[in-house]
């Protein structure tokens, strides 16, 4: 029987028992296919919409949680890699996460700095101007906290940097969930406008659970987007949800082209996956981060769908955060 690494991994943190279990090398296999690309920029100019479906873990098959804890890994040459887990390995993976989490092992990840503002005395201020009624309000200050963390990606959708070189964005923001992807996936951190204050940064991987990339399963819609090079050496904080109040913040494509709009909010938990909330978002900010910390410095939760009456998102749990940190471990560059 095959077990992917992140199940071998896991399993040898938290159990006493699986001693005997040995962690391999990266298990991500070479697929014979070469990889279906939807060329073009501003391509997601509506969001997804939210169904307002709310799925708990024991309403979805031992293969459709399998397909969610399964990767799948593209280049821009072409190239595509799947780490795959077998529907057998699901209860057991899923019983270490959990006591990964109880002792402690889903810390949060803190902020780093850009790189040039580390030493610097920056204000820590961004202002902001209300437009309106409309309950969000636009940046003008992108190279402030935690603003300088956001880019725009070149498809038509928000990310945030996590690393210095990994960007969090949704799932359908790399691939459209029947099998093809995205191929405009360069991003420009905390573009304001016509200003890219660091310039933007070419992609070398986009990684995604094979459950959205061929099944369009939004329990499992969010991806990675491996950079080229560090945008500025700095990135946000992120970890498991908490509850409480967050912000949404991302380049919504009823505003006018590259520009930052923020809104806050309460969030709470939908089902097992999912996080709704009422804050305002159009379509150009899928991706963006669902963010708290007082100005959004932690992520914990990344924004997919909308509706008239509420918005939703992928909810940073245990299962998430370890198939980030395998990402990140497994694609460094």
Same mark, same amino acid.
């Given at each position: 029987?095959?077990?992917?690494?992140?199940?071998? /991994?896991?399993?040898?943190?938290?159990?006493?028992?699986?001693?005997?279990?040995?962690?391999?090398?990266?298990?991500?296999?070479?697929?014979?296919?070469?990889?279906?690309?939807?060329?073009?920029?501003?391509?997601?100019?509506?969001? %997804?919409?939210?169904?307002?479906?709310?799925?708990?873990?024991?309403?979805?098959?031992?293969? +459709?949680?399998?397909? &969610?804890?399964?990767?799948?890994?593209?280049?821009?040459?072409?190239?595509? @890699?799947?780490?795959?887990?077998? !529907?057998?390995?699901?209860?057991?993976?899923?019983?270490?996460?959990? +006591?990964?989490?109880?002792?402690?092992?889903?810390?949060?990840?803190?902020?780093? /700095? !850009?790189?040039?503002?580390?030493?610097?005395?920056?204000?820590?201020?961004?202002?902001?101007?209300?437009?309106?009624?409309?309950?969000?309000?636009?940046?003008?200050?992108?190279?402030?906290?935690?603003? #300088?963390?956001?880019?725009?990606?070149?498809?038509?959708?928000?990310?945030?940097?996590?690393?210095?070189?990994?960007?969090?964005?949704?799932?359908?923001?790399?691939?459209?969930? $029947?099998?093809? #992807?995205?191929?405009? /996936?360069?991003?420009?951190?905390?573009?304001?406008?016509?200003?890219?204050?660091?310039?933007?940064?070419?992609?070398?991987?986009?990684?995604?659970?094979?459950?959205?990339?061929?099944?369009?399963?939004?329990?499992?819609?969010?991806?990675?987007?491996?950079?080229?090079?560090?945008?500025?050496?700095?990135?946000?904080?992120?970890?498991?949800?908490?509850? =409480?109040?967050?912000?949404?913040?991302? @380049?919504?494509?009823?505003?006018?082209?590259?520009?930052? #709009?923020? =809104?806050?909010? $309460?969030?709470?938990?939908?089902?097992?996956?999912?996080?709704?909330?009422?804050?305002?978002?159009?379509?150009?900010?899928? &991706?963006? &981060?669902?963010?708290?910390?007082?100005? =959004?410095?932690?992520?914990? &939760?990344?924004?997919?769908? =909308?509706?008239? $009456?509420?918005?939703?998102?992928?909810?940073? %749990?245990?299962?998430?955060?370890?198939? /980030?940190?395998? #990402?990140?471990?497994?694609?460094?560059?």
């Amino acid at each position: 029987m095959k077990v992917s690494t992140a199940l071998c /991994l896991s399993i040898l943190v938290v159990s006493p028992l699986a001693h005997a279990a040995e962690a391999k090398p990266s298990s991500f296999a070479r697929l014979d296919e070469k990889a279906n690309f939807i060329h073009g920029d501003d391509l997601i100019r509506s969001e %997804r919409p939210e169904t307002g479906e709310s799925t708990t873990i024991d309403q979805q098959t031992l293969e +459709e949680r399998a397909a &969610g804890f399964s990767t799948i890994m593209v280049t821009p040459d072409g190239q595509q @890699y799947e780490d795959r887990m077998h !529907p057998e390995d699901v209860v057991a993976f899923e019983k270490a996460l959990d +006591e990964l989490e109880r002792l402690g092992g889903m810390e949060t990840i803190k902020e780093r /700095l !850009p790189d040039a503002l580390r030493t610097s005395r920056f204000s820590m201020i961004a202002p902001r101007v209300v437009i309106g009624t409309d309950q969000r309000v636009k940046i003008n200050n992108t190279v402030v906290a935690p603003y #300088w963390h956001i880019g725009r990606i070149a498809v038509g959708c928000t990310g945030t940097l996590i690393t210095a070189k990994h960007v969090l964005t949704a799932g359908h923001c790399v691939s459209n969930g $029947s099998g093809s #992807w995205y191929s405009s /996936l360069n991003f420009t951190v905390a573009q304001n406008g016509s200003y890219q204050p660091w310039g933007t940064r070419t992609w070398t991987r986009a990684i995604t659970t094979s459950a959205w990339h061929n099944n369009r399963n939004t329990n499992y819609d969010y991806a990675l987007i491996v950079l080229s090079s560090p945008a500025h050496g700095g990135h946000a904080g992120w970890g498991v949800y908490g509850g =409480g109040t967050h912000s949404i913040t991302g @380049y919504p494509g009823d505003k006018p082209f590259g520009t930052m #709009w923020t =809104g806050s909010g $309460s969030v709470s938990t939908s089902g097992s996956y999912r996080l709704c909330y009422t804050i305002d978002t159009a379509g150009g900010q899928s &991706g963006s &981060g669902i963010a708290n910390g007082g100005a =959004g410095v932690y992520v914990r &939760g990344v924004h997919t769908t =909308g509706s008239p $009456s509420k918005n939703c998102g992928t909810r940073l %749990r245990s299962s998430v955060y370890n198939s /980030l940190k395998s #990402w990140i471990s497994a694609f460094p560059n």
